[in-house]
């Protein structure tokens, strides 16, 4: 039976509130993390109608015809956000430009509509239509995923064969002027990639997948600039950092891994449907280890991961993530009990040049 689920939005003074309700979700109320927003609200005109809601909610009534309007602390730092927000997005990105210009693979017009009603307006991909070839994919995989690169013969088939089902199951949203094929190939890649060693893998629960071309804007509990999170039914990702991810692949940083990896867990923990067994009977190996961990980097003189692992075990997680896969001989080396307990969840060993799965 379905319920809704209820996301509680704060305004920067965090004493006020406005509920932002998905139908048709768990009954539960979700307070969102640091940065994040339910779906859809990345963009400048959803930003706004949020941010009127908190206003309103925070300043009930209307002013007297002999009262003059003071703009609060929260309206002027929102406008002064928005400002620099539209600055970042105008500036152009000169990797990112060089990326998309080397790119000769566009989206032909028959795959994609545009929202004309939105301000910034965005690009909708159905999986479904897009019907990539096998010539097509494997180019791709062979030029920008290195991961894909090291497998056998037998393991590309099975990647390829999961990634069109992947692909089929999403809907894919470019917040921008145009499209390029490898968006949704390389993000399903990446999430074929974090599952591979999995029974399920598809993430039904996350219908939408938002791509950005930079950062993008987020609220609670203050307006933050974000390179990518999960909130509701979508993955949000912002595809300069996206990539960036995978042309670096041993610094241990890969908002695609890090974004799937929360996604994931709350697939299988908190929607609690379409589960792969094995990854939720030995999470609790993960968690004991984790802990463990956790509390040791904390310390000083321990540095694989970063200060932002520490902020929270769902972030330690995520990371741990990253490092598994772009440090694995680091994390073996250092953290051998977690290191195993990452490779019994995943099914897989980054650390063998042929994963074994």
């Not at 640091?34 to 779906?39: C, F, H, I, L, N």
């Not at 941010?51 to 003059?68: I, N, R, T, V």
């Not at 097509?136 to 099975?158: A, C, D, G, M």
Request: glycine share 4%; proline share 5%; net charge negative.
């Amino acid at each position: 039976m379905p319920f809704d689920t209820t996301y509680h939005i704060y305004t920067t003074e965090k004493n006020t509130s406005t509920n932002y309700i998905v139908q048709g979700a768990k009954d539960t109320d979700i307070y969102l993390g640091p940065g994040e927003a339910p779906p859809g609200l990345g963009s400048l005109d959803s930003f706004y109608t949020i941010l009127s809601k908190a206003e309103k909610f925070a300043q009930p009534g209307q002013l007297k015809k002999d009262e003059h309007y003071v703009p609060s602390d929260t309206m002027i730092i929102a406008f002064i956000a928005i400002f620099i927000f539209i600055l970042i997005r105008v500036k152009k990105n000169v990797k990112e430009e060089e990326v998309e210009e080397g790119s000769s693979i566009t989206f032909s017009s028959s795959s994609t509509k545009r929202n004309k009603k939105s301000i910034s307006p965005y690009l909708t991909y159905y999986g479904e239509t897009l019907n990539f070839t096998d010539v097509e994919l494997i180019t791709i995989l062979n030029k920008r995923f290195p991961y894909y690169r090291v497998l056998s013969q037998v393991q590309k088939r099975k990647f390829t064969e999961r990634l069109q089902i992947f692909i089929a199951d999403k809907i894919f949203k470019i917040h921008d002027t145009k499209g390029y094929k490898e968006m949704p190939v390389l993000i399903s890649a990446a999430a074929i990639q974090l599952t591979f060693g999995l029974d399920k893998y598809v993430l039904p629960n996350f219908k939408y997948i938002h791509v950005y071309p930079e950062e993008f804007l987020g609220v609670h509990p203050s307006i933050r600039v974000l390179e990518g999170n999960v909130s509701g039914h979508a993955i949000n990702l912002s595809w300069k950092h996206f990539l960036h991810g995978y042309q670096d692949t041993t610094d241990g940083q890969n908002v695609g891994l890090h974004e799937l990896s929360h996604a994931l867990y709350y697939q299988t923990f908190v929607v609690e449907e379409n589960v792969d067994r094995n990854f939720r009977d030995t999470f609790n190996d993960f968690n004991n280890y984790g802990n463990k961990v956790f509390h040791q980097e904390s310390q000083p003189l321990n540095d694989l991961y970063s200060d932002y692992a520490l902020k929270n075990f769902q972030e330690f997680w995520a990371e741990s993530i990253e490092i598994f896969f772009e440090k694995p001989h680091q994390l073996k080396n250092k953290y051998p009990e977690l290191y195993t307990a990452l490779a019994l969840l995943l099914n897989q060993d980054p650390c063998i040049t042929t994963p074994e799965i």
